[in-house]
């Protein structure tokens, strides 16, 4: 149980287009949903955090108008870069949180490897 | 804001030896987590602890809550290649909603066979 997909697994773009990332929960209903950013041998930044139904909540320092959050349903959630640029190049990982009373865990998807050209 | 350390970066050991991670949270937490991520992967939940004094085992992992509520500890007893990757330990971001997590700088763990 608890599985996240993440598609696409890996796109390369070219500079000045846009890329939709979609991160799903298969067997659960995800109350609320993460978009991280993670450079090599580095932690998990945390871009935003998503809720059904509602605009996601940016962290300080990311730009909500070029990474678009939209939480479609319990079990959607995509992250459209805009506009890419060769520094938006990274992984991008989301995760899911079923939302149990007293558990915190978030459930990873695979990640998306971005790379504009 | 909270910070979560994790000591050590990293760790390479000899196949067999034991290895320990330590996070600290500079404010008490309500639980704490702990994810491993191998090479090219994602990070997979590993455990949640709540308890203040907790430990809990799985197989040759240990996990240790402390009392204070600030710190934990991640044992593995006699390594095994399967056991490299990056180990990181989390915490809720304080006074917010939504389950929002700090995660600590993680320790890439190494085994030599």
């Known amino acids: 149980g608890a599985v996240v997909s993440q598609h696409p697994s890996w796109v390369i773009c070219k500079s000045g287009t846009s890329v939709k990332i979609e991160c799903r929960s298969l067997?659960?209903?995800?109350?609320?949903m993460f978009w991280y950013r993670q450079f090599p041998k580095q932690s998990l930044m945390l871009m935003a955090t998503s809720n059904e139904g509602s605009k996601a909540t940016y962290e300080q320092g990311v730009e909500k108008d070029k990474f678009l959050i939209n939480h479609a349903s319990l079990t959607l959630s995509t992250l459209t870069v805009t506009s890419a640029h060769p520094e938006d190049s990274s992984f991008y990982i989301c995760s899911a949180r079923p939302g149990l009373a007293g558990s915190y865990e978030q459930y990873f998807g695979p990640g998306t490897r971005l790379t504009v050209t | 804001g909270q910070q979560v350390m994790q000591i050590p970066q990293y760790q390479h050991v000899q196949e067999g030896e034991d290895f320990t991670t330590y996070c600290n949270s500079s404010?008490?937490?309500?639980?704490i987590q702990w994810y491993k991520q191998r090479p090219g992967g994602h990070p997979v939940f590993l455990i949640q602890l709540v308890k203040s004094g907790e430990v809990k085992k799985q197989k040759r992992l240990t996990f240790q809550f402390g009392e204070a509520k600030k710190n934990s500890s991640l044992h593995i007893t006699a390594t095994q290649t399967t056991d490299v990757g990056t180990y990181f330990c989390a915490g809720p971001a304080g006074g917010t909603s939504y389950g929002k997590l700090t995660f600590g700088q993680g320790t890439i763990l190494t085994v030599h066979p």
């Open positions: 067997d659960f209903q995800a109350t609320t």
């Open positions: 404010t008490t937490l309500s639980n």
